[in-house]
């Protein structure tokens, strides 16, 4: 029996009205998908990153030496640091290295990357070479440079011998131990830079090389006008990655000269290392790590915001 047009309005009157989905049950669908998506990899970010410096924090404010009961000490640990001449001198080597490191990784870099942009024969195989490098253990990479480097018989000073210059100690000299760590370590990551200054080189337009032609712009010209210009995405990214690798340069130093001759190459990371298993004194070591945090973090915020002014990103 078919209802009446007046029962049937009647019917959907006493209906409630389907509410409308608010801005902020959108909000919070959209960001329940993006965490369950985000889940497999910010479980591990959890328990191995974040839960290591949240208990390293927490180590921090005590007195400990990874056996007895811990004391508490509260910011005693980061004053003490702070008053330590040591500390100064190991951010100082840290500093002295990333002066060191990072123009020359990124000019030989540059310089790889413009050559195998080119139409050379067997670039292919050449990228591969300059790459191998970066996927060999840096415990190998140190012990090559090691044996190259040493003043008595490494093939380096043999060279310079051959040409009439007397070679330096290189890792068993205080004024040349941090050179060695330097030169082995461009070594090793040129590759890397080189890559990541390839596919932005490849990513600018051969119209604009065309145009600055057109124009009468030389060689050096559409170097520093196109190429350099378009290329500061690239080389934005490489200064952030390099200056965090920088402060956390460790597995050279450990390897080529143990932060010695006399701490002339102790950088933080190593002091990190003596302070908890040499010293005993875990909790210095943590506070220790959460200054370089801090520093790393201050550091790399300012790259952040001043590359407003020179990145371009058109």
Not at 30 to 47: E, I, K, M, Q, R
Not at 160 to 177: R, Y
Not at 180 to 205: H, T
Not at 242 to 248: A, R, V, Y
Request: proline share 5%; no cysteine; glycine share 8%.
């Amino acid at each position: 029996m078919s209802l009446s047009n007046a029962q049937t309005s009647l019917l959907d009157r006493s209906r409630p009205a389907a509410r409308p989905r608010t801005a902020g049950s959108r909000k919070r669908r959209y960001a329940l998908t993006v965490l369950a998506f985000l889940l497999p990899s910010a479980v591990p970010l959890a328990l191995f990153t974040l839960g290591p410096m949240v208990a390293a924090l927490w180590i921090s404010l005590h007195e400990w030496n990874l056996l007895s009961a811990m004391r508490f000490v509260g910011l005693g640990n980061y004053i003490d640091l702070l008053g330590d001449p040591q500390t100064g001198a190991v951010f100082l080597h840290t500093l002295y290295y990333i002066a060191g490191y990072l123009p020359l990784v990124y000019v030989g870099g540059l310089a790889l990357a413009l050559a195998l942009n080119t139409a050379l024969k067997g670039r292919s195989f050449l990228r591969g070479i300059y790459f191998l490098p970066v996927v060999t253990s840096w415990i190998v990479v140190a012990l090559v440079w090691r044996w190259l480097l040493n003043p008595s018989n490494g093939i380096v000073n043999a060279v310079l011998a051959a040409v009439g210059i007397q070679g330096p100690g290189w890792w068993t000299d205080p004024a040349w131990a941090m050179p060695s760590i330097i030169l082995a370590s461009a070594w090793k990551d040129l590759g890397f830079v080189m890559v990541i200054l390839l596919a932005g080189l490849q990513a600018i337009s051969p119209d604009l090389y065309d145009a600055a032609k057109v124009d009468g712009a030389g060689w050096w010209r559409r170097l520093f006008s196109v190429t350099l210009p378009l290329l500061s995405p690239s080389t934005f990214f490489v200064f952030v990655i390099s200056l965090i690798n920088g402060f956390q340069v460790f597995d050279q130093v450990y390897a080529m000269t143990g932060g010695g001759p006399n701490g002339a190459s102790e950088v933080v990371v190593q002091r990190i290392y003596d302070l908890t298993f040499r010293y005993g004194a875990a909790g210095e070591a943590s506070a220790l790590s959460w200054l370089l945090f801090v520093v790393v973090l201050a550091i790399t915020l300012i790259q952040v915001r001043g590359q407003r002014r020179w990145v371009n990103y058109g």
